[in-house]
């Protein structure tokens, strides 16, 4: 079992940056696969980013467009989303997930095994 608690998330005007974390309880985090999904309100849910224990990546390059970067820190347990040039299509709430598949997989619509409960970003015009 992993649970997930997602933090970082708020109100920015667009053109912000935004960093939001991801804390996971689990002594094997270094074997997940960590990833991030939104979920735009009227929409479903889609992927943004993964990173492997290995280093393996995979982003959502429509939507993210070399402006988001994955990153983890296995000592402490935690997943992080830089968010850089926010903009209003940006607003969503993001969840944090952790799978046992690749980030490849994930960004192909396999489903992680456990979600967190989500974090509102939104960007203001």
């Known amino acids: 079992q992993v649970q997930l608690v997602e933090s970082g998330g708020g109100l920015v005007q667009a053109g912000d940056s935004m960093r939001l974390s991801c804390a996971a309880s689990?002594?094997?985090?270094?074997?997940?696969?960590m990833a991030w999904f939104r979920q735009a309100a009227g929409k479903e849910r889609e992927f943004v980013a993964a990173?492997?224990?290995?280093?393996?990546?995979?982003y959502n390059e429509d939507s993210v467009k070399g402006r988001f970067t994955i990153s983890r820190d296995n000592a402490k347990n935690m997943v992080y989303l830089q968010m850089n040039t926010l903009g209003p299509e940006d607003t969503a709430l993001y969840y944090c997930?952790?799978?046992?598949?690749?980030?490849?997989?994930?960004?192909?619509?396999?489903?992680?095994?456990?979600w967190g409960q989500g974090t509102q970003v939104t960007v203001s015009s």
């Open positions: 990173l492997s224990w290995s280093g393996d990546v995979a």
């Open positions: 997930a952790a799978a046992t598949r690749s980030p490849s997989r994930l960004w192909l619509g396999s489903p992680p095994g456990y």
């Open positions: 689990t002594r094997t985090f270094s074997t997940y696969t």
